[in-house]
């Protein structure tokens, strides 16, 4: 699967931008989704995810309560909805795609399809 991410931008803290990722292919529902982000200097991190099967999701505690991560198998679209944000979201974001929900939540960076990231940054 092939996956292009958009929406990325600068915002003020406080303020919301939504995530999209676009897959190519008839297997997305297939699919666990999730999105992954990387500040500078700083190693790429889990942020949210949603299983293929019955939509379960899993955040990071850094951002529950704030950011929902939905998808639309008829669009083969994930989205990330980024409400409250503040200066230290500020990192390049990625989607991610994996066979495997474990996969996707704990596995090894080559274990998931990777889109190219979208810069958010959220200023003070």
């Known amino acids: 699967v092939q996956l292009q991410a958009s929406g990325g931008g600068l915002v003020r803290a406080g303020g919301s931008l939504r995530l999209s990722c676009a897959a190519s292919?008839?297997?997305?529902?297939?699919?666990?989704m999730g999105w992954f982000r990387q500040a500078p200097g700083k190693e790429r991190e889990f942020v949210a995810g949603?299983?293929?099967?019955?939509?379960?999701?899993d955040y990071a505690d850094s951002v529950k309560g704030r950011f929902t991560i939905s998808r639309d198998n008829a669009k083969n679209t994930v989205y990330l909805q980024m409400n409250s944000l503040k200066p230290e979201d500020t990192a390049v974001y990625y989607c991610?795609?994996?066979?495997?929900?474990?996969?996707?939540?704990?596995?090894?960076?080559?274990?998931?399809?990777w889109g190219q990231g979208t810069q958010v940054t959220v200023s003070s």
């Open positions: 991610a795609a994996s066979w495997s929900w474990y996969s996707m939540r704990y596995g090894l960076d080559s274990d998931r399809n």
């Open positions: 292919g008839h297997t997305f529902s297939r699919y666990a």
């Open positions: 949603i299983s293929s099967t019955d939509g379960s999701t």
